[in-house]
């Protein structure tokens, strides 16, 4: 046998031809070491279950024979769908499809029998399996079988046989990243073993300890790094702001602060300013939907640039720095304050337009993408960095300014409220503020949570809204993995399908594989209200303002969190008009439910987070590298407890660490 190592191409292993070889690259696996840290997303197990009520949603094995022989029809959107129906023991009839596999046709034909694994589904009284993997041999009910992603149109199968060919070849040469004593201490699983047991666990013990292994370590990473960012914050010392008289700013303002936010405003200015050089500021700014986070944010700016100091906003989507963008042109119009804005589809000729005017020489404010930290180190004159964290966080860009721009003041703004332990682990030991006050005349958006088998009557409602003049949207959420998804659930097929069901009324569909301009045009037509109903993925989960928007409905809603619901939620009541929120959900999970339900009573966001962190863990909260990696999902086993132990490890491990430990982490080239 040919001895593999895990820098060695995939192209080394048996059946990885060019072709192959091209779906794995597509999908970044280029390597042995990418191929086994592509883990499965779930496990099922061998059990063979009858069509029943009680499987509905979830994903089983069934033994079935089909009644007819594939019949092959084309979707809307030109999708290819093989369809034909099968029955289990019981006579209990499902009609099984695939998309975008025609091929299938002629391996199956009517009286054949097979297992099949997949999650049924139940719609407008049917029964339903969408590409279901089918096996012809019977499964062993005590084994946990793998399902990976389907990487680059590859199925769960051919991953499997993938990876078997070579793991165990290769996990000698797995490194460990955490030091001995740690996983000693803690009990953890060692590295090399973890990543076996996420690819074919024993037992479901394993199998979580392996997740706790890798969620442990993703923590120890973030607190180590967050450490090492306040250290130097707290060690850095820059020059103090002067007092500023705020009213010229205030008083243009078309309402007054509420006390929240003067207390806030307060606060920051008391980091601010002073006599003698100070630690430049590390603050987050915590406050629910709407508090007004933005113009106390603008305010600090203000101070800053009377300081003869410039400030760089930053927001994690194009379509949000525009926002900003926007607002904060209106909030300094009446100044002598440019404002400019730089994202990914800013030209070169206007980029360096905005360079030769941001050079520091005079104060400015620049807003844009985060990718504009990592390219705007010629910005000159730099004091204070504001960053809008959308729901999930991550310290990587804080670190990255920290590293260039020196003693820089950083200001994070979250929309979405978190309890003060988990807010201080993930800012850095920073100083939180809470604007905890709505400013007056705020409504409550009625909130109702029904079954799919109501979109008739919720399409209905739309018509109805939108006759008044008012705006919708509908959000739908992203749904990666071909296999698991039914024709219904895709932002794409829901925009078929409304636009059927609203005839003549404008809708228009944004997701994240837009290029931004085609966004830009999308969100502009929707705030200027020529389009009445935007079909989206969660990329407008960002704080888009639009008055007249009064629906939105969320589909599949029991994949949200509670916190990112009620973000979405805070979309719409944004205008005087009475506005609501539609949860729909065939999901009979009970957590699901009470989850749900919760919503519909709840309207306070911090309460929200709470919920969401006692349920569901605070993995819910972390950036996508934190919470889960290539398939897995480790949000789960990420509870606050681990977090504790793991900012613990970090403390222990850079006060006993040589300066070469702390290289990749400074550098932030620790983990692959
Ligand atoms: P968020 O905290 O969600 O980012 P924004 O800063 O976008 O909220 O503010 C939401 C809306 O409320 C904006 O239209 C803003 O102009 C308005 N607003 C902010 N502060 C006040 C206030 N004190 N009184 C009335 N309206 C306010
Ligand atoms: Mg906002």
Redesign the pocket.
């Given at each position: 046998m040919v001895s593999l190592s895990l820098e060695d191409s995939v192209k080394n292993l048996k059946g990885v031809g060019e072709k192959i070889g091209a779906a794995l690259s597509r999908a970044g696996i280029k390597t042995i070491g990418d191929l086994i840290f592509c883990f499965p997303r779930s496990f099922r197990s061998g059990r063979i279950y009858p069509l029943s009520a009680e499987r509905y949603g979830s994903y089983c094995g069934f033994y079935l024979t089909a009644l007819s022989s594939p019949g092959v029809f084309t979707m809307a959107g030109g999708r290819r769908v093989l369809r034909y129906k099968a029955c289990d023991e019981n006579g209990t009839a499902v009609h099984i499809m695939y998309i975008n596999q025609p091929y299938l046709k002629h391996q199956i034909a009517k009286g054949d029998s097979a297992y099949y694994f997949g999650i049924l589904q139940e719609k407008s009284g049917g029964l339903y399996l969408f590409s279901p993997e089918k096996r012809a041999e019977a499964p062993d009910p005590e084994k946990l079988y793998p399902v990976y992603p389907t990487v680059g149109g590859l199925s769960s199968k051919r991953m499997e046989k993938l990876v078997e060919a070579c793991l165990v070849q290769v996990l000698p040469q797995i490194k460990e990243t955490l030091p001995q004593g740690i996983l000693d201490r803690f009990g953890l699983m060692p590295r090399a073993r973890a990543v076996f047991c996420l690819h074919a666990p024993p037992t479901n013990e394993l199998l979580e300890e392996a997740k706790k292994r890798f969620a442990f370590e993703e923590l120890f990473d973030f607190s180590v790094k967050a450490t090492i960012f306040s250290r130097r914050q707290q060690k850095g010392r820059t020059e103090p702001f002067h007092r500023v008289d705020l009213s010229p700013f205030l008083d243009a303002?078309?309402?007054?602060?509420?006390d929240a936010?003067k207390k806030v405003l307060d606060e920051i200015t008391a980091d601010l300013v002073g006599e003698s050089p100070i630690p430049p500021m590390n603050r987050l700014v915590q406050?629910?939907?709407?508090?007004?986070?933005?113009?106390?944010?603008a305010a600090a700016a203000y101070l800053t640039a009377k300081n003869g100091k410039s400030t760089l906003v930053m927001a994690p989507t194009e379509i949000l720095a525009r926002q900003h963008f926007s607002?904060f042109q209106r909030l300094f119009q009446g100044t002598d304050i440019p404002v400019f804005c730089l994202t990914g589809s800013t030209s070169k000729k206007e980029r360096d337009a905005i360079f030769s005017e941001t050079t520091g020489e005079k104060p400015y404010i620049l807003v844009g993408t985060h990718a504009l930290v990592e390219d705007g180190a010629t910005c000159g004159g730099v004091a204070l960095a504001i960053t809008?964290e959308q729901h999930r966080f991550g310290v990587r860009h804080r670190n990255l300014l920290g590293e260039k721009g020196g003693a820089v003041h950083s200001l994070v703004?979250s929309?979405t409220p978190i309890p003060r332990s988990l807010a201080m682990f993930l800012y850095a030991k920073g100083k939180i503020s809470i604007?905890d006050q709505l400013?007056?005349?705020r409504q409550v958006i009625d909130t109702l949570y029904v079954g799919e088998d109501k979109l008739p009557r919720v399409y209905g409602f739309l018509r109805e809204r939108i006759g008044l003049g008012q705006q919708a949207y509908v959000v739908c959420p992203l749904i990666e993995d071909e296999e698991e998804k039914s024709p219904l659930q895709s932002a794409t097929e829901e925009y078929e399908a409304i636009r059927k069901a609203v005839p003549g009324i404008p809708c228009a569909l944004l997701h994240g594989k837009m290029k931004p301009k085609e966004k830009n045009e999308v969100m502009a037509a929707f705030q200027a209200g020529e389009t009445k109903i935007l079909v989206s993925t969660t990329v407008i989960e960002v704080?888009v303002?639009v008055?007249r928007a009064t629906v939105m409905v969320i589909r599949s809603a029991e994949r949200f969190g509670l916190s990112q619901l009620h973000q979405l939620r805070?979309r719409v009541g944004?205008g005087t008009e009475k506005s609501y929120c539609v949860l729909i959900s065939s999901h009979s999970g009970k957590s699901a439910r009470e989850r749900l339900k919760k919503l519909c009573d709840c309207h306070d966001g911090f309460e929200l987070a709470k919920y969401d962190l006692k349920t569901r863990g605070p993995g819910e909260f972390f950036g996508t590298r934190q919470s889960g990696f290539a398939g897995i999902d480790l949000g789960n086993a990420m509870t606050m407890e681990l977090l504790k132990e793991a900012s613990e490890a970090a403390e222990t491990f850079i006060e006993a660490a040589t300066p070469e430990e702390m290289i990749p982490f400074e550098r932030g080239t620790r983990l692959n």
């Open positions: 303002l078309p309402f007054s602060l509420t936010q406050g629910d939907v709407g508090s007004g986070k933005t113009v106390v944010a607002s809008d703004m929309a604007i400013p007056p005349g704080g303002d008055p805070g944004r």
